[in-house]
Structure formats: C-alpha cells, structure tokens
T-cell receptor
Framework: KAGVTQTPRYLIKTRGQQVTLSCSPI?????VSWYQQTPGQGLQFLFE???????NKGNFPGRFSGRQFSNSRSEMNVSTLELGDSALYLC??????????????FGPGTRLTVL | GQNIDQPTEMTATEGAIVQINCTYQ??????LFWYQQHAGEAPTFLSY????GLEEKGRFSSFLSRSKGYSYLLLKELQMKDSASYLC??????????????FGRGTSLIVHP
C-alpha cells in the first residue's frame, strides 16, 4: 500500500507570493490533516478535511486555506507569503473514527522557504 | 483546549534505558499517541494508549494514567539510531466530530556511545 505523498518536496518563494501544496493520502483514508512544523514550535495544526469538508481548523490566519477533492487528495494554499511562513508543511492521513487507534500516517513534507 | 508538556531535550547512553514523560490537560480524552521523528523526516507512529496501563512493543513501552494526565515512553537497550525527536500527542473529541490529536513540542533524545 502506497504511503502518503506530498508535492513538491522543496519550494522557494519570495514574500508576497502565494503557494499551493498537494497531498495524496493513503488509499481508503478519508481524513487529511495539515500541520506546520518550525524549530522549537512542534507540530502546529492547520486544518483537517474529511469527505471534502473542513472539519477542524487551527489558529492560523485566513491566508492559510485548503480543500479536499472527491478522491480525498488535498491541497493547501498560502497567500501573501511572509518570512515566518518558512517551515516544513506536513500532511497526514487517517481512517478517522472514534473506535480505533486511527493513527495518522505522515507524508514526507514540503519544505517551504520564503525569502 | 489542550496543554501538553514534555521535556525539550534528554541525553542517554547506548544500551541504557530512558523514560520520556508527557503531561497533558484536556477534556473529552480519547487517546494518547507517541511518534518518533528523525531529523529531516516525517513522524512515524510508535504507540497508542487509550486505557490506563502499560503497552509494550519490543524495546518501546508506553504508559498512561488518565487520572493524572500523564504518560511516559520507555525506551530500552538504547541504540544510536534511537536519537530522534519523540512527540506526545493527545486526542479528544473536537467540535464537528474530529478526532485529530494535538501534538506536544517534542523531546529531542540524544544517544551517545
């Protein structure tokens, strides 16, 4: 079974630009979550999508948005990039439900650098 | 909301045992996870606890006490490859039915010869 894939793996942008990151979950997984990871901050939750609907959202500004398609693939978009947006963006997929461990499987991440 | 605390950094000797603690405050507790993350790589699942007690899986064990809001990850017979960041994550039922866990900042474990 293929794992979670993310594209691109590395990205360099300049302030003010926008960026779109893509995530393909494990086949059969309907929940896709996005996290931002920076040194010393740990994994900061951005949002979760389930069946094409945003089900949960973290404390990030509206510049961060996302969507999920009918095949469960997800994209996240960051507009008007700031230097502080430089981070590793991780996508995780899970079966999503209350009665099992429902561990999250993480993709390799997209390393975004904003200059 | 949730508040998850774990030590920032720990060091240990190859072959030894190390215990990484995690304390949390949450409502509607629905499970605690431990993940391992090597530098430059994605987190990988280690363990899941939802009931009190010890879960053993090879060299790694995880303990949970829900009444104390406390968990620990125990690593035995440490190997150099165990040098990594260990993330504690707590799940509770969120608005809308989501079961996404909240992660602590991670404990960086350094294993030296």
């Amino acid at each position: 079974k293929a794992g979670v894939t993310q594209t691109p793996r590395y990205l360099i942008k300049t302030r003010g630009q926008q960026v779109t990151l893509s995530c393909s979950p494990i086949s059969g997984h309907r929940s896709v979550s996005w996290y931002q990871q920076t040194p010393g901050q740990g994994l900061q939750f951005l949002f979760e999508y389930f069946s094409e609907t945003q089900r949960n959202k973290g404390n990030f500004p509206g510049r961060f948005s996302g969507r999920q398609f009918s095949n469960s693939r997800s994209e996240m978009n960051v507009s008007t990039l700031e230097l502080g947006d430089s981070a590793l963006y991780l996508c995780a997929s899970s079966l999503a439900g209350p009665k099992s461990s429902n561990e999250q499987f993480f993709g390799p991440g997209t390393r975004l650098t904003v200059l | 909301g949730q508040n998850i605390d774990q030590p920032t950094e720990m060091t240990a000797t190859e072959g030894a045992i190390v215990q990484i603690n995690c304390t949390y405050q949450t409502s509607g507790f629905n499970g605690l996870f431990w993940y391992q993350q090597h530098a430059g790589e994605a987190p990988t699942f280690l363990s899941y606890n939802v009931l009190d007690g010890l879960e053993e899986k090879g060299r790694f064990s995880s303990f949970l006490s829900r009444s104390k809001g406390y968990s620990y990850l125990l690593l035995k017979e440490l190997q150099m490859k165990d040098s990594a960041s260990y993330l504690c994550a707590v799940r509770d039922l969120k608005t809308g039915g989501s079961y996404i866990p909240t992660f602590g900042r991670g404990t960086s474990l350094i294993v030296h010869p």
